[in-house]
């Protein structure tokens, strides 16, 4: 199941200097996306959503792009701070279908260093 | 802060065992979901759960597996007969069900090992 890639296991970034993790995915179907975040022996914690209808979504330091024609996600992250070092998740889900299950990728290590 | 509770946070079986994984979703929320990791792969979805029945299982979820919500909080997944292959971690997550939302909230997990 390749229906969600990120293909960068692993992200280091300066304190402060912007943080971008990637996602691609290759269902058409898929109408919402969603990034986690997710410490060592925790679960994964919901971070920022995006519907397709939109092309951008800002919450804080975080900002979620989608660009549908590419079929390809982003989450920014500005300024980065050492607390978000963590597994970072793309998920996506096609609602019209499924009552909400998420396919996920296998996630983005980000280490940020001051 | 409402939160996913999960219950035990680690649980260590013999192979051909039951075991019952427990989680208690957020009071309000109407969807409940079970997702699996094993090691060094993806988070995958296993079942979905709405008023009382499933809703959606995965090619994962075979009939060694069910799930039951025995009162108004509780929402187990039980293994019925444990494999090696079974060991994984264990999330449960539960969403609000408001139409045009999909976020789902994931409890700390269960780490199931099977000997």
């Known amino acids: 199941d390749q229906q969600v890639k990120q293909n960068s296991p692993s992200l280091s970034v300066q304190e402060g200097r912007i943080s971008i993790l990637n996602c691609d995915y290759t269902?058409?179907?898929?109408?919402?996306f969603l990034w986690y975040k997710k410490y060592p022996a925790e679960g994964p914690t919901f971070l920022i959503s995006?519907?397709?209808?939109?092309d951008k979504n800002e919450d804080g330091r975080f900002t979620v792009f989608l660009n549908k024609s590419a079929k390809h996600l982003s989450l920014h992250i500005v300024p980065s701070q050492p607390g978000d070092s963590a597994v970072y998740f793309c998920?996506?889900?096609?609602?019209?279908?499924?009552?909400?299950?998420?396919?996920f990728g296998r996630g983005t290590q980000l280490t940020v260093w001051p | 802060e409402p939160e996913v509770t999960q219950t035990p946070s680690h649980q260590v079986t013999q192979m051909g065992q039951e075991v019952i994984l427990r989680c208690v979703p957020i009071?309000?929320?109407?969807?409940f979901y079970w997702y699996r990791q094993i090691l060094g792969q993806k988070v995958e979805f296993l079942v979905s759960?709405?008023?009382?029945?499933?809703?959606?299982k995965s090619e994962i979820f075979d009939d060694q597996f069910s799930v039951e919500r025995p009162d108004g909080s509780n929402f187990t997944l039980k293994i019925r007969s444990t494999k090696l292959e079974d060991s994984a971690m264990y999330f449960c997550?539960?969403?609000?069900?408001?139409?045009?939302?999909?976020?789902?909230?994931f409890g700390p997990g269960t780490r199931l090992t099977v000997l």
């Open positions: 997550a539960s969403s609000p069900g408001l139409a045009g939302v999909n976020e789902q909230f």
């Open positions: 995006i519907s397709s209808i939109k």
């Open positions: 009071s309000n929320h109407l969807y």
């Open positions: 998920a996506a889900s096609d609602r019209g279908s499924t009552l909400g299950r998420l396919y």
């Open positions: 759960f709405y008023n009382n029945e499933i809703s959606e």
């Open positions: 269902n058409s179907m898929f109408d919402y």
